[in-house]
């Protein structure tokens, strides 16, 4: 331990938290200094004894601790207390006779003396040793204890403070806040009436409890409250309407006497007395009160002086400005016994009449008299009209709406005091003094002005009274406040004269609403800080109180008890960011480093004057004296402020402790002294200088402690000049605030006198000013809680932020530097006159300026100007910081580069304010009509050509040309030189579309010359010199920059391209309309969108000024009321290529477009809104027309035709199939059938002739009945309608000789050929392969546009709003890999280009995947529907069969070393290689001979319909399917027939060897043969059966075959394992078993695949063994048509 002293000694503990020690404050007192092993960091003082706790979490205790079992009565050093080793303690706490402690971990442990269960542990009157205490929410021992943040203790109670900002109280007495009338509790309680609130701070006195409260915010009104207590049930939040207005209270109060305890808990006898209540937020007060003077205040006469000097003392609880929360709007009602209704009135019908009474009583008294009351509020209970229900849902709406009532209320009463508005009208003439009822003068002695001044503040803090002094003023009461409206408006009445003035209350809003504004427009950005300003302190608190108040120490203006937390309404608008509670007083520390003090003040504690306070007032401080920490002990106070030096100073103010006979001092000394031996006001302590940088002092008892650090390196000073210099900033804007920008923005005739624009840029100004103070005051706030704490860097939140407070000052600056080029100050100077008179004396001095005589307005822009300031202190300071460590460690590099940044901004600022003084200086020079137009907030001057540094090339001999140089725009002022107005127009030209090019000399002769470009004017300049050429080159390049926000002070040229928006105004396509996008060199290029005036928007790519590339236009229909909408591509600003366009009419046409035509192959649907389209037409169109082949779908009639088209009508060959089966087939002469044609109805009669008309036989034809007789002749009318014939009629059946006659119609050779269709849709595909004619160009070229189509087209995926699906996108990334296409081909690369076309046509993206996609389109479109015409069928085969063909023409293209269709590729071989020489075997030639001979043949069919034909086999086989409809129905009528037959009866039946039969060993013996099941069914064969099935399934005839192959293999493997021996099948064999396995395979539409593989099958395979199996399954359907059961 000696060691440790001595080492203490030596280095003081580094020198941080040196612990000093004293008593009074007496000249000569000398603190004694307290050596300890580590450094101090928390002081607690008790009465006696006190708590150190020092670094690393130890605890030491001192002083008389008499409830240590071997301490003696003596004062003893400070000793360690074991009990909490291994614990890390964090912060300590003293009572008057017992400590707490708080461990990193939230633990509570407690000790000292336990009477009165201050400690919290039961069956203890005193605890030895520091023990721990559980804070639990419920009973359950089970669950963790709640963590604890901090701990406070008064005489008999303990205090603490959870992590989640939850008050916890245990001991005895009211000042617990829990309402209980049962004490001591021994239990940790949660104080329910502070839940829901974030508790900062918690204080105690001897008997009462402080709690610093945040003010609740925007997100906590958010979250609905509750809207009952939850100790008495009554309601939070009541309402009443009125006739003119709505009267909210949320002020409730408990009582206590009402309130249930628990069962183990017995009730205090209740007084006897009955008790009045005015409000719910007031306690119970008895008809007599012996502890304190009544509250009431008799009415008394006086005149208006004494008005003013009654609110000249109440204003001085703030300062300069009144409090903006003095009065509450609290209830004023009666309470007894709680009725069945839950009405805390006595008689419901009883105050339905008193209300009455106060609203319609008239002021008719003749006897002048001012009642001075203070002022009240009138806010009956909702609960005492309505009947309260649990779920009523008034409740939840009065609780929505009081959550807001607060602060609405606060800033009416700040900008409107009601002072000023009782001097106002209140007449003076006739305000004679008299004398009081009770006999007291008017100008009675200062302790009873105190006393009736108490009561004022009394009423407006809390409304305590007796309701019979209500009923006696109601008569009088009448007089409404402004902004205090009907319907949902809050109302306030005031005490009124006697005279009967009834106010209007519009008269009053009139006055007040300017007010009002200012005082939105200064507080709405202090309550709407950023996100990242929540890691600072609070400045929107509140102070809670509540415990004994015989002293007046809870600050309610009485002296009643209260046994629940209650609102200090008159510190809501005081900033209170520190409480501290003596034993019978309190004291509250604001940001404004001021001090609130109430309650007792026997010993001058107080600070402020003689007698008592019971609410809160400012100590006396010399000027300029800042406090910012604060300590109170039994009857003194310890203050730790400002001063004029850099080292804080500490200052005492209470009760004198003397030690011994002291000698008198000087006479200084004597006169702060009383005969009382106390100082009436703070005084000095002269040793504080020596004591070195204070961090932190601590009073208890009648001991003073001060915590102080060694300015090591100056780190220390530093920072607490940093701090220092924080609160004075704040201190100072304050002031400007509250002195001369709220009585400026509160003039009725401000926004008259500066006009709509500069009074809108001052209140933006006066809103960033006062968020800019109120960060400062946060700043301040916790820069002087890291004083207190840890006086780290890391908690600086200047160094972590900086871009808050850059972005803060940056808004402000440029806000004023606006302000500034308007001519705001100018303009201000008048109403600034008007408000502070012509000696504007306070101007001079919050502006700082030491010269006199200055102007009002340069008193004006030094005062808004002083904020820019403090960015030079910031970096001064910030550097000081750095000076303190070394150059290489990250604390100085963080320092240096918080200050560079803080430096740069601030010569930015300045550099701006020159800026707009120049501009400001421009403006006031400039011609007077242009400048309304011109000058704008944000505009700034950069240069101009006044000087003739700058001309038009080829002006005019008497032209004159300005031209003036904007931070934004380029403006040329033109006119002629004898003209009076010599500049008539002027042309604005925005920098963001202008180009500059400076003009070599050499090439064009011109000298100095540049060149400019905008979207639609280029024109050339000359300077008159080379180095005004340089100048103004370089000048418009940094402005161009600038205006692009490529950085401040750019030398480089702006880009060429560019993002920019430009209206164009030249008449043109373009005229009115504004482009908004991508710019090159004066051009559109790139992305945009522009927007005509009319409506029509384009939103899309852009080349040289003209859409080009993917856009969508949308352009409305005035006529229809509605849009059309064009996207797709674009090409010299027309539609150009595939789009889709969507008519106002509902028609929708999609496909391509030329020149802005619909040319190409393209679709189009028409129809009405909400019905399927009635029409669609695909095919191709020329110039805007249906020309060429296409097929129109007419839905309404049933009809589609399939053929040509010309000038949108049908000519030449076509089809048309009906839904009735009509069929026709022939030429087309202007949209009619006229020619020659084919008509075949659906019983198979078929007309074979000429044709005038649709549907109209005319001239020669053949008739041709479904029994093959005949009509040949002439024939003229409408088929359906009865025709007439002329001609002959045979009958070829009936005779031999005539069956030569029989006719046969050959339907196709009408109709377009296959290859003839469409045949736009592959010239489009050419087309983007970069062919102009099929097949011929470059092959190269044809990948590189592939390569282009897809990444454009996966780019306007990208952007679209549909994601792009994980197949799609691994088949794009398939196709970045191209596949070689030059060299030898071999069955390698065969099959690399056979997957590479797979994945090719399962996108659109791909050229050739389009393609595919749209074949299939016309596919379906032609066959499905109407289509599905069995007539049509070859002619769907052979258009598959052209598709290929075709297709297969571009494969062969983009691999021209592909063979031609039918062509062979052949497998390597390495014969040649051998030697001829050498002997080889017979076998090794053989297998050599058998490679080389192995080979694969191309074809078109095997290449691509595996691709084609899965999209096309729907509408295909439906046509087979109709097509083979009777053959169908024959052979699946025999195959149910023949189905029904078991196993061994069918193969018994179509000759099927026994031999191959199933068989089943049954009783095996030697003499017996082997049995054959009988009665079995779908057993033999049913692995075949199962594979055969399978046909149906597949799509391809290859794949169909494959099956057909595994089918028989499956027969084979079931015949060999019957016999047990390989077997070689005969087709006599084999076909009676397959025709067994086809039958119970069962396949409905067999005749439809069979005929589908014949027309498909590729040519190579059709004599091979796939060839043999597919006749042997063609000869069964054939046989099963045919076959007879007998």
């Known amino acids: 331990m000696e060691n440790q002293r001595r080492s203490s000694e030596d280095d003081g503990g580094g020198g941080r938290g040196l612990l000093h020690i004293w008593k009074g404050y007496y000249y000569r007192v000398a603190p004694e200094k307290l050596l300890l092993p580590h450094p101090v960091l928390q002081v607690a003082l008790g009465r006696n004894h006190g708590v150190l706790l020092v670094e690393g979490g130890q605890v030491f205790t001192f002083g008389h601790c008499p409830w240590k079992q071997s301490q003696v009565t003596e004062f003893v050093a400070p000793t360690l207390e074991g009990a909490l080793s291994g614990q890390l303690v964090v912060a300590v706490a003293a009572g008057s006779y017992h400590s707490g402690a708080v461990t990193d971990g939230g633990s509570v442990h407690m000790w000292g003396d336990n009477t009165a269960g201050q400690c919290g542990l039961s069956g203890l009157t ?103 207590c939850g100790q008495c049930e009554q309601l939070l939040y009541t309402m009443t309407d009125k006739e003119d207005h709505v009267i909210i209270s949320d002020s409730h109060y408990c009582i206590p006497c009402l309130e249930q ?74 309470t007894g016994a709680p009725s069945a209704k839950a009405s805390p009135y006595p008689d419901e019908q009883a105050v339905k009449d008193y209300l009455k009474k106060l609203s319609d009583s008239t002021q008719a008294e003749k006897t002048p008299k001012v009642t001075l009351g203070g002022l009240h509020t009138l806010l009956p209970s909702a609960a005492g009209l309505i009947s309260a229900s649990t779920n009523n849902p008034l409740n939840n709406l009065v609780a929505s709406c009081a959550s807001a009532v607060g602060e609405r209320v606060a800033s009416t009463y700040e900008a409107l005091s009601l002072k000023k508005m009782m001097n106002m009208y209140l007449p003076t003439s006739r305000g004679s003094v008299k004398q009081t009822p009770a006999g007291h003068p008017a100008g009675e002695n200062g302790a009873e002005r105190v006393r009736r001044e108490d009561s004022a503040q009394a009423k407006k803090s809390s409304s305590t009274g007796d309701i019979h002094e209500e009923e006696a003023e109601g008569p009088h009461r009448r007089l409404s406040l402004p902004g205090l409206l009907s319907q949902g408006r809050y109302a306030v009445h005031l005490l009124s004269s006697s005279y009967g003035l009834l106010l209007s209350p519009r008269l009053l809003r009139r006055v007040g609403r300017s007010k009002m504004a200012a005082a939105a427009a200064l507080t709405s950005s202090e309550m709407a800080t950023p996100a990242d300003q929540e890691v600072l302190p609070s400045l929107q608190t509140e102070v809670w109180s509540w415990g004994h108040g015989q002293h007046g120490q809870l600050g309610h203006g009485d002296n009643a008890d209260r046994s629940q937390p209650l609102c200090i309404k008159s510190l809501n608008s005081k900033e209170v960011v520190r409480v501290a509670a003596g034993s019978h007083h309190s004291l509250a520390v604001t940001a404004q480093s001021q001090l609130l003090s109430w309650g007792s003040n026997s010993q001058g504690q107080l600070g402020h004057m003689e007698s008592p306070s019971t609410v809160p007032r400012l100590a006396k401080l010399s000027e300029g004296i800042r406090v910012w920490d604060v300590s109170a002990g039994e009857c003194h106070t310890l203050l730790l402020a400002d001063g004029d030096c850099m080292q804080p100073i500490i200052y005492y103010s209470g009760e004198q402790v003397k030690e011994g006979k002291q000698q008198d001092g000087d006479k200084e000394e004597e006169a702060e002294e009383s005969c009382d031996g106390y100082a009436r006001q703070p005084v000095l302590l002269p040793f504080c200088m020596n004591l070195g940088f204070v961090s932190s002092v601590f009073a208890g008892g009648q001991q003073c402690v001060a915590l102080s650090d060694k300015n090591v390196m100056g780190f220390i000073a530093s920072l607490h000049e940093l701090a220092s210099a924080e609160r004075k900033f704040y201190c100072k804007l304050s002031s400007i605030k509250t002195q001369v920008l709220s009585p400026l923005m509160a003039l009725e005739s401000l926004s008259v006198n500066l006009g709509p624009v500069i009074f809108k840029i001052l209140r933006t100004l006066a809103g960033q000013f006062g968020h800019l103070c109120h960060l400062t005051g946060q700043h301040a706030v916790s820069l002087t809680a890291n004083l207190r704490r ?107 580069e918080s200050c560079s940044k803080f430096e740069a901004l601030d010569l930015l600022l300045k550099k701006k304010k020159k800026e707009a003084e120049y501009t400001f200086l421009f403006w006031k020079g400039f011609p007077g009509k242009m400048t309304d137009s011109l000058r704008k907030p944000h505009r700034r001057l950069i240069c101009e050509s006044s000087n003739k540094a700058l001309t038009l090339q080829n002006a005019g001999r008497f032209s004159v040309n300005w031209f003036i140089l904007f931070n934004d725009a380029l403006v040329h002022a033109q006119g002629m030189a004898p003209c009076k107005n010599l500049f008539s127009t002027h042309h604005v030209f925005p920098l963001t579309t202008l180009w500059v090019e400076p003009i070599p000399e050499d090439n064009t002769g011109l000298s100095y010359g540049l060149k400019l470009i905008t979207p639609e004017e280029m024109f050339t300049l000359l300077a008159s010199s080379a180095m005004e050429k340089a100048k103004w080159i370089r000048c418009l390049n940094q402005a161009v920059a600038q205006a692009l926000s490529l950085g401040e002070g750019q030398t480089f040229e702006p880009p060429i391209c560019r993002s920019a928006t430009y209206t164009f105004y030249k008449d043109g396509r373009l005229k009115e309309a504004t482009y908004e996008g991508r710019w090159l060199a004066g051009k559109p290029h790139g992305r945009g969108v522009i927007k005509w005036p009319d409506g029509r928007i384009y939103t899309g790519s852009f080349k040289n000024g003209q859409e080009d590339g993917f856009g969508e236009c949308v352009a409305p229909n005035k006529s229809l009321d509605t849009n059309d909408r064009y996207q797709g591509h674009w090409k010299d600003g027309k539609m150009h290529g595939v789009g889709t366009y969507r008519y106002a009419s509902t028609e929708v046409y999609d496909g391509s477009y030329q020149e802005g035509l619909r040319h190409g192959h393209g679709m189009l649907r028409s129809g009405k809104l ?64 006229m020619g020659s044609g084919i008509l075949l109805s659906e019983d198979d009669t078929t007309y074979e002739g000429e044709f005038s008309d649709d549907w109209t036989l005319s001239g020669k034809g053949v008739l041709t009945m479904a029994n093959g007789d005949y009509l040949e002749g002439s024939f003229n009318g409408e088929w359906g309608a009865g025709p007439k014939v002329t001609g002959s009629y045979f009958k070829p059946q009936m005779f031999e000789s005539d069956k030569d006659k029989i006719r046969s119609v050959k339907l196709g050779c009408l109709c377009v050929s296959a290859e003839e269709k469409w045949q736009a849709v592959f010239d489009e595909c050419w087309r983007q392969l970069g062919c102009e004619t099929p097949g011929q160009g470059d092959n190269s070229k044809a990948w590189d546009n592939i390569a282009v189509a897809l990444t454009t087209n996966r780019r306007h995926i990208l952007d679209s709003p549909e994601p792009l699906s994980r197949s799609h996108s691994r088949t794009l990334e398939g196709l970045e890999v191209i596949p070689q296409h030059d060299g030898p081909m071999t069955m390698e690369r065969y099959h690399a280009i056979h997957l590479y076309l797979i994945k090719a046509c399962d996108t659109p993206l791909h050229p050739l995947g389009r393609l595919v996609e749209a074949l299939v389109a016309v596919y379906r479109m032609t066959y499905v529907g109407v289509g599905a015409n069995r007539r049509l069928l070859p002619q769907a085969v052979c258009e598959l069969k052209s598709y290929l063909n075709r297709i297969f023409q571009i494969v062969k293209f983009l691999f021209p070393d592909l063979p031609e269709d039918g062509g062979i590729i052949r497998e390597p071989t390495d014969l040649g290689e051998k030697e001829s020489d050498c002997e080889v075997s017979k076998q090794d030639l053989m297998v050599d001979l058998e490679r080389s001979l192995r080979s694969h043949v191309v074809s078109s069919l095997a290449l691509l319909l595996p691709v084609l034909l899965p999209r096309l086999y729907p509408p295909l086989f439906t046509l087979y399917a109709l097509d083979k409809e009777r053959e169908d129905d024959v052979y699946w009528e025999c195959v149910l027939r023949l189905n029904k037959q078991p196993d061994l009866a069918l193969l018994a039946f179509l000759g099927v060897q026994q031999k191959f039969w199933p068989i089943s060993v049954s009783m095996p013996a030697p003499a017996e043969n082997l049995q054959v099941l009988s009665g079995t069914k779908d057993t033999c064969f049913a692995s075949a059966v199962e594979t055969l099935q399978q046909i149906s399934t597949t799509f391809t005839p290859s794949d169909k075959l494959h099956v057909i192959q595994l089918t028989f293999e499956e027969i084979t493997k079931e015949v060999q394992s019957l016999l047990n021996q390989d077997f070689l099948w005969s087709m006599d064999d084999l076909f009676p078993v397959f025709l067994y396995v086809v039958l119970r395979a069962r396949i409905r539409n067999l005749g439809s695949e069979v005929n589908l593989i014949e027309d498909l099958m590729d040519p190579c395979i059709q004599h091979g063994e796939h060839g043999i199996m597919f006749t042997t399954l063609k000869a069964c359907y054939y046989q099963i048509q045919h076959e007879r059961i007998t």
């Not at 006897?272 to 009160?289: D, G, I, Q, R, Y």
């Not at 600056?813 to 306070?842: H, I, R, Y």
């Not at 399939?1202 to 022939?1226: A, C, P, S």
């Open 790 to 896: 840890s006086r780290s860097l890391k908690s600086l939140f200047i160094l972590d932020h900086t871009s808050i407070f850059l972005d803060s000052y940056k808004e402000y600056s440029s806000s004023l530097d606006d302000f500034q080029v308007m001519g705001g100050f100018p303009t201000l100077a008048k109403p600034s006159l008007d408000c502070f008179g012509k000696s504007p004396e306070l101007l001079q001095k919050l502006s700082e300026c030491s010269e006199g005589n200055l102007a009002v307005v340069d008193l004006l822009q030094a005062l808004f100007y002083l904020p820019a300031l403090h960015l030079q202190e910031y970096g001064r300071l910030l550097l000081k910081l750095a000076t303190c460590f070394e150059v290489s460690s990250s604390e100085y590099q963080q320092l240096q």
């Open 261 to 334: 305890p628990k069962q183990e808990e017995r009730l205090q006898t209740p007084s006897p007395n009955p008790v009045l209540k005015m409000s719910p937020s007031e306690p119970a007060l008895s008809s007599k009160t012996s502890t304190s003077p009544p509250q009431s205040v008799s009415p008394a006469p006086i005149n208006n002086s004494e008005l003013e000097n009654s609110e000249t003392q109440e204003s001085s609880v703030a300062g300069e400005e009144p409090p903006a929360s003095n009065f509450d709007l609290s209830e004023t009602k009666s």
């Open 1170 to 1233: 909400n019905t399927s389209s009635p029409s669609v037409f695909i095919g191709q169109w020329v110039n805007d027309k249906k020309t060429g082949y296409g097929v129109f779908d007419d839905i309404t009639k049933g009809e589609k035709y399939i053929g040509m088209w010309q000038d949108n009508v049908r000519q030449g060959n076509g089809v048309i199939v009906t839904q009735f089966g009509l069929y026709y087939e022939g030429s087309f002469k202007d949209n009619k059938m």
């Open 126 to 228: 005193s605890v030895p040793n520091p023990t721990p205490v559980a804070l639990a929410d419920s009973d359950c021992s089970s669950l963790p204890s709640v963590p604890v943040l901090e701990l406070a203790c008064g005489e008999q109670h303990t205090l603490a403070l959870s992590v989640q900002r939850e008050v916890w109280a245990w001991g005895s007495g009211c000042q617990l806040g829990l309402g209980a009338t049962v004490s001591p509790v021994w239990k940790p309680l949660k104080v329910e009436h502070l839940a829901g609130r974030f508790v900062l701070q918690v204080a105690c006195g001897a008997k009462h409890s402080l709690a610093l409260v945040r003010r609740l915010g925007p997100r906590d009104i958010q979250r609905p409250p509750a809207d009952k």
